[in-house]
């Protein structure tokens, strides 16, 4: 079975600030990796996704996530927050199991502060 | 444009009551999925259907049924047996046919029982 693990349910930054949000994943086969981002009331966007190749992966709104095999991590970052980036981030996971359904992460809110 | 439309976008049930959440996507898309979300909880699989007219149980598809008569519909029906239907219902559709594909979303329904 795939598994996602988002560490903190809620992260506060600064606006101009560094964004890291933290995602570890399970699997016994080679994982695809998403990060989508959800406004309130409203369905998910992907931001950025992995699949194979290279491991720094350049998303929308200026965010990218690095898969990191031997910390079994695809973390999100952005260099500099910006206040329309409040929203509530979700990792998820799929792979070659047959079931190409995503299996999400409990999600992240970022608040983003002025 | 092409996308996901879901409705309605808030609907109200009483106990002891089967509603049907509906989903419609023009992408052409193979695949179409149904997830629960509950605040803290991310998003967890209901059902599931990678062709017209075959479907397969999620994670917690107990209380709830699908069909797949065409392509473009994959409607939800809660029905009376689900005991915590009050929730933030997202149905999702992809090309299904390759590993690693993302996962398009639409909306979104809010259910509440009274």
């Known amino acids: 079975a795939q598994s996602v693990t988002q560490l903190g349910s809620h992260v506060s930054v600064s606006e101009g600030a560094l964004v890291l949000l933290r995602c570890n994943y399970s699997?016994?086969?080679?994982?695809?990796l998403f990060w989508y981002v959800q406004y309130p009331n409203q369905g998910l966007q992907l931001l950025l996704k992995y699949t194979t190749g290279a491991t720094l992966v350049k998303g929308i709104n200026g965010f990218e996530a690095e898969f990191k095999k031997s910390e079994t991590s695809f973390h999100l970052t952005k260099p500099s927050a910006h206040m329309s980036d409040a929203a509530e981030y979700f990792c998820?996971?799929?792979?070659?199991?047959?079931?190409?359904?995503?299996?999400f992460g409990s999600g992240t809110r970022l608040q983003v502060q002025p | 444009d092409g996308g996901i439309t879901q409705s309605p976008k808030y609907l109200f049930r009483k106990e002891g009551q089967n509603v049907t959440l509906s989903c419609e996507q023009n992408l052409n898309h193979d695949a179409m999925y149904w997830y629960r979300q509950d605040p803290g909880q991310g998003l967890r699989l209901i059902y599931y259907s990678q062709i017209v007219n075959d479907f397969q149980k999620g994670d917690i598809a107990e209380g709830y049924s699908v069909s797949r008569e065409k392509k473009e519909s994959f409607p939800l029906t809660v029905t009376s047996a689900q005991k915590n239907p009050t929730a933030f219902y997202l149905c999702?559709?992809?090309?299904?046919?390759?590993?690693?594909?993302?996962?398009?979303f639409g909306q979104g329904t809010r259910l509440t029982v009274v």
């Open positions: 699997s016994s086969v080679p994982p695809y």
């Open positions: 998820a996971v799929s792979g070659n199991t047959g079931r190409r359904a995503l299996t």
């Open positions: 999702a559709s992809s090309i299904g046919a390759r590993d690693g594909t993302e996962a398009f």
